[in-house]
């Protein structure tokens, strides 16, 4: 479980392309939960281990980027290419961050799965919420009523 009480779906390691002039691909290590996709820096990668994955290093958050599914429109499989398949993760503001991974890896398909789950859920959740307000709509009487003074005097 981490911090935020969010369950990690998939774990592993992803290429990230940079922003840079040379675009370069970099390793991050991925952590794919019901909310969205942490990517944290290599140099705070766990070594590696036979026991469970230790929760989020408490590193500055700032290291630590998250990319929820709130803000995320697709994800875009652009191509396979060798051993690799590169797939683009489009932003809803516009933004595009470019991924790789192994083919056999499958990130494209779990973050796909987990983003159309999340956008399900907030769905469900908004039409809960648009059935309660009319009834609690329906259930109040209408309006203050006024009464009329009569002058029968």
């Known amino acids: 479980m981490l911090e935020g009480g969010c369950k ?10 940079s ?17 969205g996709l942490l990517l944290i820096p290599p140099k705070q990668q766990p070594p590696q281990q ?3 994955p230790p929760p989020l290093p408490a590193e500055p958050a700032a290291k630590i ?8 429109k ?4 652009v191509e396979r290419k060798g051993k690799y398949v590169y797939f683009t993760v489009v ?19 779990a973050i796909t799965l987990q983003m159309v789950q999340y956008k399900n859920r907030q769905a469900i ?8 307000k009319q009834q609690h709509l329906a259930q109040q009487p209408h309006g203050p009523r006024l009464r009329v003074a009569s002058n029968s005097a």
């Open 8 to 17: 990690a779906v998939k774990e592993g390691v992803l290429e990230k392309r």
């Open 19 to 35: 922003d840079g002039l040379l675009q370069l691909w970099k390793k991050k290590r991925c952590i794919l939960t019901e909310e």
């Open 50 to 52: 036979q026991q469970p």
């Open 65 to 72: 980027k998250e990319l929820h599914f709130s803000n995320m």
């Open 74 to 77: 697709t994800v875009d499989c």
């Open 91 to 109: 932003m809803a503001e516009g933004k595009e961050i470019d991924f790789r991974c192994a083919q056999e890896q499958g990130w494209n398909a």
């Open 125 to 132: 959740l908004a039409v809960r919420s648009t059935r309660q």
